[in-house]
């Protein structure tokens, strides 16, 4: 941020060449002069570059009330707090204005008898643009006082006449003269409520009690609405839905990599979770998306994934702070455990009442399968299996297993001279079992990739730690563990859980 402006009066802001600029036109010059500079004005947004951002950005240079709908979760909120980015950062108002007026541009008979009487001595304060973007939660009790304004009786009492515009205390959207009014979840307005933003949307005035003010308001009115076909709250009446000139349709994240990048931004871990553990939370919101068990007109939040991946990190933290793990790194494993509690976030189809859980086994297994064919392929597992096998033993992981204790209990696996392919035995079908036909979960099938030169020597873990890019303790068993799952649900293993312990045989 950078330093307020030390003008004090008009004089001086006349003098400084300052010129008055309409709201709008503020708006729509710097996001002109980001855009020719190569500047991205929207950070933080993935997935919405090709589709969503083009459509706000010519709202905005056609100056625009823009309304946004979409399912939860899909950043509408997000995209409107970055609209604020795009005002000047530091405005002049009028000192004690009430409504924030530009010192050249005065709307009210108080500020106008200002101007006139102090001329270019006229103090002037600056504002941030943090302080020019208004926020408002719809919610049933919200008044027209809240949002218009109403007759405050405390000034009547003083003495005023009830018809003097003095008497009048502001709502929110004349108090934000010369900024942004968001709007979230505007159909939980009451449709009378509504009826109150027509004039300021359209003929910029104020109507309170039945006094008429003219006051040339200068708001940028933006909203957000889930699609009226999922809420049952309420709706967007048809004149108000006629004043935005913009109506904009949001989506959850098209690319796997957005979906990633959204929950490696928002998430708070309190511990490391590997890549591929991110996207299998990633593959398995997506997944949801598409099934035809989850009630798609709710949708499936992004906040699904981000919970997700905030719970893994929280479940290997509590590992390592219980049996004293320098450092905790999240596990396969830990996936289960977010799976438990999130659960209740997805809205399934009537007709699948008492099968969530087995439904949400399924699609985490899908999830699971395409994250091992997406890294794993071209890397010749069967030696993994054959140790197994030859060992007589199990290998043992749990939400409790250190990842020292999970590598001491893997069977030994003399060194290969070869990345070798796996046969089609390793198939993993789309439900993450076995499959005729099926992609093989380390056949290479998802992609020409073949193990490397890095990948040539070594046994089959320094194989899969390297091309998951495992450095250490944690990593490396969180690694393996993936490879474990991937051969269990190509069924080349078994896969027994209970009492927080899952064993590999």
């Known amino acids: 941020m950078s330093d307020r402006p030390d003008i004090s009066t008009v004089g001086e802001l006349r003098s400084s060449g300052h010129t008055f600029r309409t709201l709008r036109t503020e708006i729509r010059e710097n996001l002109l002069a980001a855009l020719s500079a190569g500047e991205n004005p ?4 993935h997935g919405f570059s090709r589709t969503v951002l083009p459509q706000v950005e010519r709202a905005l240079l056609a100056g625009h009330d823009i309304a946004l709908l979409g399912e939860r979760g899909q950043g509408k909120t997000r995209l409107l707090r970055t609209l604020a980015a795009l005002l000047d ?13 530009h010192p050249f541009d005065p709307i ?50 003083e003495g005023r006449r009830l018809g003097d515009p003095e008497t009048i205390h502001y709502g929110l959207v004349p108090r934000s003269h ?25 003929e910029r ?34 004149p108000l839905k006629d004043r935005f000139g913009a109506e904009i349709r949001t989506h959850y994240p098209i ?5 990633i990048a959204i929950i490696t931004q928002e998430a708070h871990l309190g511990a490391d979770v590997p890549p591929a553990v991110l996207e299998i939370l990633s593959r398995f919101a997506r997944n949801l998306r598409e099934s035809s068990a989850v009630d798609q007109s709710s949708g499936v939040s992004a906040r699904f994934a981000i919970a997700g991946a905030e719970t893994v990190a929280a479940a290997a933290l509590h590992r390592a702070t219980v049996r004293g793990e320098d450092r905790a790194v999240a596990r396969v494993v830990d996936v289960r455990t977010a799976v438990d509690v999130l659960g209740g976030k997805v809205e399934f189809e009537v007709g699948e009442e008492g099968r969530e859980d087995e439904l949400l086994e399924h699609v985490l297994r899908t999830a699971t399968a395409e994250t091992v064919r997406a890294h794993l392929a071209g890397i010749d597992l069967g030696p993994l299996v054959a140790a197994i096998e030859a060992a007589d033993e199990v290998v043992t992981t749990g939400e409790q297993v250190t990842a020292a204790e999970f590598l001491a209990s893997l069977p030994e696996i003399p060194g290969r001279a070869d990345g070798g392919q796996a046969g089609d035995d390793e198939s993993a079908g789309d439900d993450g079992r076995s499959s005729d036909g099926g992609e093989s ?14 990948e040539t020597a070594g046994d089959v873990y320094d194989q899969v730690a390297a091309r998951l890019g495992a450095t250490d303790d944690g990593s490396r068993a969180s690694a393996v563990e993936l490879a474990l799952e991937g051969l269990f649900l190509a069924r080349r293993i078994s896969k027994e859980t209970g009492d927080g312990e899952t064993v590999y045989g």
């Open 42 to 45: 929207w950070p933080g947004l």
């Open 89 to 101: 950062e530091w405005a002049p108002v009028i000192e004690g204005s009430e409504l924030g007026e």
């Open 108 to 157: 009210t008979d108080a500020s106008r008898a200002r101007a006139a009487e102090l001329g270019d001595d006229l103090p002037i304060v600056w504002r941030h643009r943090d302080e020019r973007y208004v926020e408002k939660l719809a919610t049933p009790d919200t008044s027209v006082a809240d949002l218009i304004g109403d007759v405050d009786p405390m000034r009547v009492a």
């Open 178 to 202: 010369r900024g942004i009014v968001a709007i979230n979840e505007l159909p939980d307005l009451a449709e009378r409520i509504q009826v109150s933003l027509l004039n300021v949307m359209e």
């Open 205 to 238: 005035d104020v109507q309170i009690r039945g006094y008429v003010l003219r006051l040339p308001l200068d708001v940028l009115v933006v909203a957000t609405a889930n699609p009226e076909d999922y809420t049952n709250r309420g709706r967007i009446i048809t």
């Open 255 to 259: 690319e796997l990599d957005d979906e």
């Open 441 to 454: 979960a380390g056949d290479g099938s998802s992609g020409d990739r073949t193990t490397g030169d890095d």
